[in-house]
């Protein structure tokens, strides 16, 4: 299908979220992929993760830009030729990508029950403020894991924690938006949150 949602977050910021619902042929059809990605496309195992990835070229395409314009650095993040900065993200049948002037982040995830089993792995201060008996657990645990996400990739540093380093305020799923703290190697970097939930899965994303 087109794409599934296109949002503003402000004059400098665009989120564009694809619903994979092509086969992978007619994802690859149109594109024109450099030849280390259609490298990377063919040795892919899954099908899954093949249009995940087409689907992010189409994502592009939608910003005006092409496969080509993309590149990734040494610690896998990904950069625009252009200087703008970009985050990407695929999740079983959703893709995201955010392009902004500032460094930002994004993560699709899909809202699963055994999130529960790893969530003493990535948090620690959430707990305060969390309720295991809330219907809105699993929903609350997947947006935080989707932030923490996002904000590793805004900073691609090895050695980063999501436990240790990272820290989300207080939030309701109704608000959609919250404020997270990075806090690592003795300084506290601020990021504004917003958030929201599709089809069962979840989409996160910071800017400064």
Not at 105 to 118: L, W
């Amino acid at each position: 299908m087109p794409l599934y949602k296109s949002i503003s977050v402000n004059s400098q910021t665009t989120v564009k979220i694809w619903k994979i619902e092509e086969s992978y042929d007619d994802l690859m059809q149109p594109l024109d992929l450099k030849p280390n990605s259609l490298e990377r496309v063919l040795g892919m195992k899954s099908e899954l993760h093949q249009r995940g990835f087409l689907s992010v070229r189409h994502l592009l395409h939608e910003f005006g830009y092409t496969d080509q314009d993309l590149f990734y650095d040494e610690n896998g993040k990904p950069h625009l030729r252009d200087g703008k900065h970009i985050s990407i993200t695929h999740s079983f049948t959703f893709s995201g990508v955010i392009v902004s002037d500032k460094e930002v982040g994004i993560d699709i995830e899909k809202q699963r029950d055994k999130i529960t089993i790893i969530a003493h792995k990535f948090v620690d201060y959430e707990f305060n403020y969390l309720d295991d008996s809330a219907k809105d657990y699993i929903n609350e645990l997947t947006v935080i894991w989707c932030i923490k996400e996002s904000l590793y990739k805004l900073f691609a540093t090895p050695g980063m924690l999501f436990k240790d380093h990272f820290l989300v305020i207080p939030f309701t799923i109704e608000e959609g938006e919250t404020v997270a703290w990075i806090d690592y190697n003795g300084k506290k970097h601020r990021y504004n949150t917003a958030f929201l939930e599709f089809e069962g899965f979840t989409c996160a994303y910071v800017v400064p």
